[in-house]
């Protein structure tokens, strides 16, 4: 079984770690900050307030997803949102209007015109496209519409990515919505006909299907799990500076058999016992070196030439920054009923917000009790990096102009929660493949390392805990003598 290192504990570190350990393999984590769980994290007040930093929920969307949660026996603390929190809200015209569920309630909506809604209807009679890396902007224009793209899709965006449609990468960011057109030349036809087609053995749940949920404390509870399992394995607050493969040559890293000991290539771990310059500095040996920290994380590391050649380029992924504040208000100050899931605010609305997460009605306990109402807000973004950099009160005006407007305001905030994230988000934006490319070639390159990351295979909670199921079967499977 092999010495595996992984650098970084966030959900995809912590969770391959995790995978790993479970199949023999003698791990360790090296996690900068001092908490690990990277996005995942809950603050909770001894007066009963309760906010995320990152997000607020993961969606099921696999069978992995499942027995993750089964294995770590957090079954009984899961906790999934209410029905009534299922309806969304989208702002057309400075006024919050629930996304129609059916056809019924599509020909109804005020959230499109009328000629909108034609539009969509001809959809299944639009032309595949012939760009291979299409912008998500182009390829709503072309299939749904104008005005499609700048109300509902615009908004979605804001909301999942704090991105722009007009940079991000159809296949790349909304892959699904890719394989649909590929698979049935058309959406409509597509989700009448069952959706995506998936290759046999899959265990992915339709995202139309697939439920989301929280933990009794918060999603923190995962990550807190995970590194309980792990213990000693789990290092932070060590600040890696280089990775090296010091006793062979380039020639022998893409042949391990010509290692000195005949096992696959050796890498080695430089780090600091903490983030001051002076502190002392540590070296470990690992068989495999697994890279799960942050994309931009990368630049504080040195490399080997071989693999920063390749890799180096993935500081570069945009990051938009993006401000989390979830403020808590008496129920009876807030007119609006909070009956669903939040309200997306495309931007051409020209609000100062991305949106907002009616915190307390996905789960009560948000809230210290139902007297109290809780309201996350997404601030910045691609859309206006520059509002994330503002201080936290001229954010708190912003955000409670934008909440009296949507919601009706009636009184003060009696609880604030703010998060800056400075580089916030992944951009999957066209040409990101270039980025994949010289992953897979550096991993081909130099037998035992690897990457893994939101950057890498998907932005989602889900994804990421995807993925390290995926990797963690590669990396036994290679590794396992
Ligand atoms: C505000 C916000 C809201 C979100 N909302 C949702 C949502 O509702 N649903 C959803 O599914 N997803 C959401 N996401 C996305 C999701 O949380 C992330 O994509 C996912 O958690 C990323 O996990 P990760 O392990 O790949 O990276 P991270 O969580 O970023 O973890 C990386 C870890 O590596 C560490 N690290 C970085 N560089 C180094 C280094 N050089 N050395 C050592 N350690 C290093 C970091 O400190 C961190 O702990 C949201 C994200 C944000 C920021």
């Known amino acids: 079984m092999a010495r595996i290192g992984i650098i970084g504990a966030g959900i995809s570190g912590l969770t391959l770690a995790f995978l790993l350990q479970n199949k023999g393999h003698s791990v360790t984590v090296f996690e900068r900050s001092v908490q690990p769980g990277g996005a995942l994290r809950t603050t909770r007040t001894a007066d009963g307030w309760s906010a995320e930093w990152g997000p607020n929920t993961i969606i099921e969307s696999s069978g992995r997803i499942k027995s993750l949660i089964s294995m770590l026996d957090l079954e009984d603390r899961r906790v999934y949102p209410d029905d009534l929190a299922k309806k969304r809200y989208i702002v057309r015209n400075g006024r919050m209007i ?4 059916s056809l019924a309630e599509l020909i109804r909506t005020p959230l499109l015109s009328r000629s909108a809604k034609m539009r969509i209807l001809r959809e299944p009679f639009r032309g595949r496209g012939n760009s291979t890396d299409e912008t998500l902007a182009d390829f709503v224009r072309r299939r749904l519409g104008e ?4 109300w509902p899709i615009d908004a979605l965006v804001g909301g999942i990515y704090a991105g722009n449609p007009e940079l991000l990468s159809l296949r790349h960011a909304f892959p699904r919505l890719a394989l649909l057109e590929e698979q049935h030349g058309s959406l409509i036809w597509g989700q009448l006909r069952g959706g995506i087609r998936q290759p046999a053995g899959s265990d992915e749940i339709p995202r139309n299907k697939a439920a989301i949920f929280s933990f009794d404390d918060g999603l923190q509870v995962l990550p807190e799990a995970i590194t309980r399992k792990l213990g000693d394995a789990v290092v932070t607050n060590v600040w890696p500076t280089e990775i090296s493969t010091p006793e062979i040559s380039t020639t022998d890293i893409r042949n391990p058999a010509n290692t000195s000991d005949g096992r696959s290539a050796r890498w080695q771990l430089s780090f600091r016992e903490n983030h001051k310059k002076g502190a002392d500095l540590t070296t470990r040996s ?10 931009y994380g990368l630049n504080d ?6 693999l920063s050649k390749e890799i180096r380029a993935v500081t570069e992924i945009p990051h938009p920054p993006v401000t989390s504040l979830t403020l808590g208000f008496r129920r ?14 495309p931007g051409v609305e020209g609000f100062s917000v991305l949106g907002t997460l009616f915190t307390s ?9 139902s007297g109290h109402v809780t309201l996350t807000t997404y601030l910045g973004g691609t859309r206006q990096p520059e509002i994330a950099g503002k201080d936290e009160d001229e954010q708190e005006q912003l955000v409670t102009g934008a909440l009296d407007r949507l919601l009706g305001l009636r009184g003060k905030p009696r609880f604030r929660h703010r998060v800056h994230w400075p580089k916030a ?22 037998p035992g390392f690897y990457m893994s990351g939101n950057y890498r295979t998907g932005i989602s909670v889900g994804d990421t805990i995807n993925a390290a199921f995926d990797l963690a079967d590669r990396i036994h499977h290679k590794h396992q003598d």
Not at 147 to 150: I, N, R
């Open 425 to 446: 988000i992944p951009q999957f934006q066209t040409g990101h493949q270039q980025f994949l490319d010289r992953i897979n070639r550096a991993e081909s390159e130099h």
């Open 147 to 150: 005005e499609f793209l700048k």
């Open 301 to 306: 590391i040195k490399l080997p030439d071989s």
């Open 98 to 101: 629930a996304v129609p569920g």
């Open 286 to 295: 690992f068989d495999v070196l697994i890279y799960s920290g942050t994309a």
């Open 361 to 369: 009605s996905l789960f009560p306990d948000r809230a210290p009790d």
């Open 332 to 345: 009876d100050d807030v007119a609006h009923p909070l009956d669903g899931f939040g309200v997306l605010v």
